[in-house]
């Protein structure tokens, strides 16, 4: 009894197993999906979702060509993605590039907003502790981008720099073709004066990410 009770435990840890994504894409590697299927489903569950919204799950040229590739693109490629997204980066018109810090500590930390059910005012945060480390006391972040501590201060608070972290932020596939960070200017998650915020949030020697 005990034993079969261990064999059935077995038999659910590796069903379990089989269902996690590195199993599916070890199995997609050799069979890939149908984009033809994956676009169906992906219509499907926005399907009660205002047509505006339903734009949205439309690949622009830049994401067609990363999903083309499996986001693994030949450099020549890349370099037109850059390009292109590059292009797409409207600076302020005032030439400041660092807003208010306590602001952008705010909306660094507020994943807030992108859903259709939102009112129409509600204001989007940018979510970055989901993937990067900022200020050292705050001990809940993701590790899928790398730690921003002390930003600023090790690039000694360069223009040059600061200029990099806002196109960073407004389109991060400018400097990095098909990255895992969203472009938070040119889809409009971030406006301009919250972008501006969050790069003081990196770049203000008074901020908590510099301390
Ligand atoms: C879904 C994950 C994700 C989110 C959310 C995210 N990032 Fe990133 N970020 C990355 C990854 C991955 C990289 C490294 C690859 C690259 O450069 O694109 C990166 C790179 C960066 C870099 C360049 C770091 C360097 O090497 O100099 C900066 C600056 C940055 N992110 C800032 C932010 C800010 C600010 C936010 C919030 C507004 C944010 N990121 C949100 C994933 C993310």
């Not at 269902?19 to 149908?34: C, E, G, I, N, R």
């Not at 292109?84 to 600076?91: N, P, Q, S």
């Not at 806002?166 to 969203?182: E, F, G």
């Amino acid at each position: 009894m005990k034993i079969s009770l261990k064999l059935a435990a077995l038999a659910i840890a590796a069903g379990t197993f089989a269902s996690l994504p590195f199993a599916a894409s070890a199995q997609t590697a050799s069979k890939p999906v149908d984009p033809a299927v994956v676009e169906s489903y992906l219509k499907s569950t926005f399907g009660k979702a205002p047509p505006e919204w339903q734009a949205r799950i439309q690949p622009d040229e830049t994401l067609k060509t990363c999903n083309k590739y499996h986001n693994e693109v030949p450099s020549a490629e890349a370099d037109k993605i850059t390009a292109r997204e590059l292009a797409r980066v409207v600076y302020p018109a005032d030439g400041k590039l660092l807003g208010d810090w306590k602001s952008g500590a705010k909306i660094a930390n507020n994943g807030r907003g992108g859903q259709f059910s939102d009112p129409p005012d509600t204001v989007s945060g940018g979510n970055c502790y989901a993937c990067h480390q900022m200020e050292q006391k705050e001990l809940s972040f993701g590790t899928l981008g790398p730690s921003l501590t002390h930003y600023g201060k090790d690039r000694k608070y360069d223009p040059e720099e600061i200029k990099r972290a806002y196109t960073k932020v407004y389109d991060s596939q400018a400097l990095y073709a098909c990255s895992n960070m969203p472009r938070f200017g040119v889809n409009h998650v971030l406006n301009e004066q919250q972008i501006k915020d969050i790069i003081a949030f990196l770049f203000d020697p008074e901020s908590p990410v510099n301390k």
